[in-house]
């Protein structure tokens, strides 16, 4: 009998695995690639290289050097959790050899001005600097990113807190040398700019030969609508995706035919977000007529058109994947089914705080819409009894595309619901039911029985819930929030022993937990990684033993009344644990 030989080349094990880590589930994406590390020294092998990117933490940093030689192909670093000397950590990266094309450093205080300038000197393959929200930006970060890194194809300053000694003429210098200098870049995010004038926004237009993408959400305050026309001119062969918000003062500006002209000229246009802004019907039909190829629409909160505007759009732009229409106050029922017959391409749809929506319209997406993977749906009529919602119960169908539900805050839902939504979304992975005061534990295992797949489940507020009579197992769940509950040691006893792959849980305010409870998931919880027990009052375990006990644990918010000091802090953190 011939031998069979099951060994393959590494290059095919490298397809299979990247496939296999594809299909995750976003940010949890690398726990099989270290499942696959595990079985052995060519796997470990396989899997190293095949991660791009690192996420640093404070806790990380000691482990640095052992990380990048284990990962060898990184070409992206997230530093936006680092809560400590972010210049010493830059200069300390800036020793390693990387081809790094993506540095993320949002949510800082400042842009660590002498950690960038040592890190660009190694470092000169970056193409991406995501540096948003910061609290305090100078304009001398300005000048120093056009100095630092000239290569630049994404560049994000969205948000900042605070212009430091704020002197437009020194933010406007410095906004003209990153043009002048930047000229790779292909996308952009000056949010929050409020200092950017015409003449800014021209020059960076008209030196951005491969821009793409502006995104200058709340810039408002200086520009006019003829600098914003006379910039999208100089770019409607290359513009692909436009955000801009419009103050509702300059309605005639927005709607006048000089405006609609320069947008539909964007021939290339696939992605437009104009959100919060005064719009009009001529826009919306105008864009219709033009044929634009959008794949993305952003109206939330947008005010000035209605019905027959945006049936105009949609009836023509049926290549739109990306739909964004929450807090439209006019829309029904009837509208959305309509609307839904020119939606075959849809991926996500947005109808939040759509108040007048009940089951109707999101029967008629799950029918209509075959591609449909997410659904968000918060605040509407969703479960309102009414003549023509009994009747469509008879046409709903099944959809196992949709794997994500957002249906936070529909007080009219009841656990009648879940025994239909769990027949139409047999693949559903993860369902939002923030604030659902209606449902209790009887709905959930309804949903956690048939949708074997789910791995994030909010039941945040949901105050009828305790799951004291979960009997089976949630093997995939992997983050569940039962903050603002009522559930008790009983229920944290019920998770421990049926949902043995969890990975996050919150119990934020649940004041019924104690450390009996806690002690149940960190025993059983084998991977567990994120606990928040912030204003658990009764809860009084021993920190410092827990982490010991269940090395997995990476993050920790603490109950009010712990206070450690510096050295336990210090300790925590070498154990690779994040004490909040």
């Not at 899997?47 to 806790?59: A, K």
């Not at 089951?359 to 997410?374: D, G, K, M, Q, T």
């Not at 023509?388 to 709903?396: I, R, Y």
């Not at 375990?541 to 918010?557: C, D, Q, Y």
Request: hydrophobic share 40%; proline share 3%; with cysteine.
């Amino acid at each position: 009998m011939v031998e069979v030989d099951f060994n393959l080349p590494d290059q095919c094990w490298e397809y299979i695995f990247t496939f296999l880590n594809d299909g995750g589930d976003g940010e949890h994406n690398h726990r099989y690639l270290k499942s696959l590390s595990v079985v052995s020294k060519e796997f470990l092998s396989i899997t190293n290289r095949l991660r791009l990117s690192l996420t640093i933490c404070v806790p990380t940093r000691p482990f640095i050097h052992r990380l990048f030689k284990r990962f060898t192909n990184l070409t992206s670093l997230d530093l936006t959790c680092f809560n400590s000397d972010l210049n010493a950590l830059l200069s300390q990266i800036s020793c390693f050899r990387l081809n790094l094309t993506s540095l993320n450093i949002s949510n800082q205080p400042t842009i660590p001005a002498i950690g960038l300038r040592a890190f660009s000197k190694k470092i000169t393959t970056l193409t991406s600097l995501i540096c948003s929200n910061i609290e305090s930006v100078y304009s001398t970060d300005l000048f120093l990113i056009a100095e630092c890194f000239p290569f630049l194809e994404k560049l994000d300053l969205s948000n900042p807190k605070v212009f430091v000694n704020q002197n437009h003429i020194s933010f406007l210098n410095g906004l003209d040398v990153l043009s002048s200098s930047l000229l790779k870049l292909r996308k952009i995010n000056l949010s929050g700019h409020c200092y950017v004038n015409d003449s800014s926004l021209l020059h960076l237009c008209k030196n951005g030969e491969f821009l793409e993408e502006v995104i200058m959400d709340n810039c408002w305050s200086i520009l006019s609508r003829h600098g914003i026309v006379s910039a999208i001119q100089e770019r409607r062969k290359t513009l692909r995706s436009l955000s801009i918000r419009f103050r509702s003062s300059e309605v005639n500006d927005i709607i006048s035919s000089y405006f609609i002209d320069s947008l539909v000229s964007l021939k290339g246009l696939t992605s437009l977000d104009l959100s919060f802004s005064l719009i009009s019907d001529e826009l919306l039909t105008s864009t219709a007529m033009a044929g634009l190829p959008l794949r993305r629409l952003v109206l939330q909160s947008c005010s000035g058109y209605s019905y027959v505007g945006i049936f105009s759009l949609l009836s023509k732009c049926q290549s739109i994947q990306h739909l964004d229409i929450q807090r439209t106050e006019f829309l029904n029922d009837h509208h959305v089914v309509n609307l839904s017959l020119f939606l075959g391409s849809l991926v996500s749809i947005n109808l939040s705080v759509c108040e007048n929506l009940t089951n109707l319209a999101l029967f008629a997406l799950v029918r209509n819409c075959p591609s449909l993977s997410e659904i968000s749906m918060e605040y509407t009529a969703i479960g309102k009894e009414s003549t023509e919602n009994s009747n469509s119960l008879m046409d709903f169908v099944v959809n196992p595309r949709i794997k994500s539900l957002h249906l936070a805050g529909n007080s009219f839902l009841r656990d009648e619901s879940f025994t239909m939504f769990a027949s139409m979304f047999p693949n559903l992975q993860l369902l939002d039911l923030n604030k659902c005061y209606g449902i209790s534990e009887e709905g959930i295992y309804q949903i956690l029985r048939r949708c074997c797949n789910i791995r994030h489940l909010n039941l945040s507020c949901c105050l009828r819930v305790k799951l004291h009579g979960m009997n089976f197992e949630v093997p995939k769940l992997k983050v569940l929030n039962l903050s603002y509950t009522s559930v008790d040691d009983e229920t944290l006893y019920v998770i421990s022993k049926n949902c043995p792959g969890l990975l996050q849980l919150s119990l934020e305010r649940c004041i019924n937990v104690t450390t009996k409870g806690v002690n149940h998931v960190v025993k059983n919880c084998m991977q567990l990684r994120e606990i928040n027990l912030e204003y658990c009052y009764k809860v009084f375990v021993n920190i410092v033993p827990m982490v010991f006990s269940r090395p997995s644990l990476r993050k920790i918010t603490l109950p009010p009344h712990y206070h450690f000091n510096d050295i336990i802090k210090g300790l925590l953190s070498r154990l690779g644990c994040l004490i909040c």
